[in-house]
Structure formats: structure tokens, C-alpha cells
């Protein structure tokens, strides 16, 4: 089993930044690529970024690519989304998933295999 923990989340406005963290225990995940999606009210879960195992490999959503970034501290499996310029529409619940493979995908490709249980975003304008 896989225990995924989000923190970071709060009410922020129009143009600040965030930092999300993502906890993830279980050495057997050490070799999964990580990955954060969002889920705003009466919408679907959407992709958002990955990294890959290593750190080395990161995939965005082009709605937040240049002003998201993930990381990634390997050795404990922590996981971190910094959030810049943020926009209204930013608003959200981020989840952070250990995914089913190695490698930072495109987001149609990316399968979240443990889920953590979320934490709110909200961006006012």
C-alpha cells in the first residue's frame, strides 16, 4: 500500500504563487513517476504536471506550462508543484497520484495509481 499526502493548498489572488507538496511513503514507489492533476466544480479530473523517477523528465498541461514547474526530491519521494502567476481559473482541488509507470508522459498517458486526498486551490481575481 501507498500513502499519498498533499499539503500547501489556501486562498491566494490574482498573480501570486503557491507551493504545493506531495508525501509519498512505500520505498516500492522510489521507480513510479509522480504527478499532480486538478479538479475544479462539476468538472473532470484533469492532468496538470509529472515528473519522472528520477527527477530528471517533467510533463505540464499547456495551460500551466510557464508558470508551474514540479520537482522532485527522490530520495524521500516528495513531490513539489510551484505555482506562479496564478489565474482565477487555477482554482481548483490538486491531487497527487504515484502513477503506474516510470515515466513523465504526456497527460492522456498518465494513469494514477494512488491517490492522495486532495487539497483546495483558490485564486481570487
Known amino acids: 500500500q501507498g500513502q499519498v499526502v498533499e499539503s500547501g493548498g489556501g486562498l491566494v489572488q490574482s498573480g501570486d504563487s503557491l507551493r504545493l507538496s506531495c508525501a509519498a511513503s512505500g520505498s516500492r514507489f522510489t521507480y513510479r513517476a509522480m504527478a499532480w492533476f486538478r479538479q475544479a466544480p462539476g468538472k473532470e479530473r484533469d492532468f496538470v504536471a509529472a515528473?519522472?523517477?528520477?527527477?530528471?523528465?517533467?510533463t505540464y498541461d499547456p495551460s500551466v506550462e510557464g508558470r508551474f514547474t514540479i520537482s522532485r526530491v527522490q530520495a524521500n519521494n516528495t513531490v513539489f508543484l510551484q505555482m506562479t502567476n496564478l489565474k482565477s481559473e487555477d482554482t481548483a482541488t490538486y491531487y497527487c497520484?504515484?502513477?503506474?509507470?516510470?515515466?513523465?508522459?504526456?497527460?492522456?498517458?498518465?494513469?494514477?495509481?494512488?491517490w492522495g486526498q486532495g487539497t483546495q486551490v483558490t485564486v481570487s481575481s
Open positions: 515528473v519522472s523517477w528520477d527527477g530528471q523528465t517533467t
Open positions: 497520484a504515484i502513477t503506474s509507470g516510470a515515466s513523465a508522459l504526456p497527460g492522456r498517458f498518465i494513469k494514477g495509481d494512488y
